[in-house]
């Protein structure tokens, strides 16, 4: 009996014609048989966003052997939810986010689409990565990346994931890189997020810009320490987020009314 080819479903935020998602394509042709269900347009920052006030649609953009692709007028995680809904044949066997424009490494994992599309895909029991390239421009150069994405991705497919576990994957924006580093989340948060504006027509106006602030920049098991080094940070992740270290002491609190 011939073995069914792994089933991956694939999504981003940057949308159905980033040059990220369409080298995720291409650098994983004939590891399985790929679903793409993105957004129609750009979604960047989107994190875990539903679409609850409006009816959201889908369209086929393309179709060859291998590969059906489709556009989506939601979120990114909308687009998760309507394709396991909708559109997939069977449960995938993995769900892929990216290749990101931009650094999704610390704090940025709470703001990201692109791990939005993972987290959603963790949460409905399925093994999840999201790869990403520290570089925001449209003409990136993904070449770099697309064999460690496709060894990672196998290792995945092989392997599995533990329950309720995640892969956030960030590439530095460089030729080469020095290897692969197991890292933990960075320490750190965006300040002077806003710039204030003057409108010609009366009233101030605001751009979201920010710097981030790393709080521990000599950490060397952490994610945003090894892009700057030169490796590729693979940071796992859980959906589950409970402070149990807190817990007993919460249990002390004086909390009868």
């Known amino acids: 009996m011939k073995k069914e080819k792994p089933l991956i479903l694939l999504s981003n935020d940057d949308g159905v014609e980033a040059k990220g998602l369409n080298e ?64 997939v044949p069977r449960r995938p066997d993995l769900v ?10 610390s704090v940025n994992v709470h703001y990201s689409g692109t791990m939005g599309v993972v987290i959603e895909g963790c949460l409905k029991g399925i093994p999840s990565v999201g790869y990403s390239l520290c570089n925001h421009h449209a003409d990136a150069d993904f070449d770099p990346l697309l064999p460690y994405v496709r060894r990672i991705t196998e290792q995945v497919l092989e392997r599995g994931l533990p329950s309720g576990i995640c892969l956030n994957v960030n590439f530095p924006d460089r030729p080469t890189f020095k290897g692969v580093r197991i890292c933990r989340q960075t320490a750190g ?24 602030d790393n709080h521990e920049p000599e950490a060397e098991d952490s994610d945003h320490w090894a892009l700057g080094q030169g490796y590729v940070a693979v940071t796992p992740t859980q959906i589950d987020v409970t402070a149990y270290g807190v817990m007993d002491e919460l249990k002390n609190w004086n909390l009868k009314i």
Not at 96 to 105: A, L, R, V, Y
């Open 96 to 105: 892929i986010g990216g290749i990101n424009h931009g650094d999704n490494s």
């Open 24 to 87: 995720l394509i291409r650098g994983l042709s004939g590891v399985g048989e790929m679903i793409v269900m993105a957004p129609d347009g750009p979604r960047s920052g989107a994190s875990g966003a539903i679409t609850s006030e409006r009816p959201v649609r889908y369209y086929k953009e393309r179709e060859e052997e291998g590969l059906t692709v489709y556009k989506c007028t939601g979120t990114p995680v909308d687009c998760v939810k309507l394709a396991l809904h909708a559109v």
């Open 189 to 212: 948060a965006w300040v002077n997020e806003w710039k204030r504006s003057l409108h010609p027509r009366g009233g101030d106006y605001f751009w979201l810009i920010g710097e981030y």
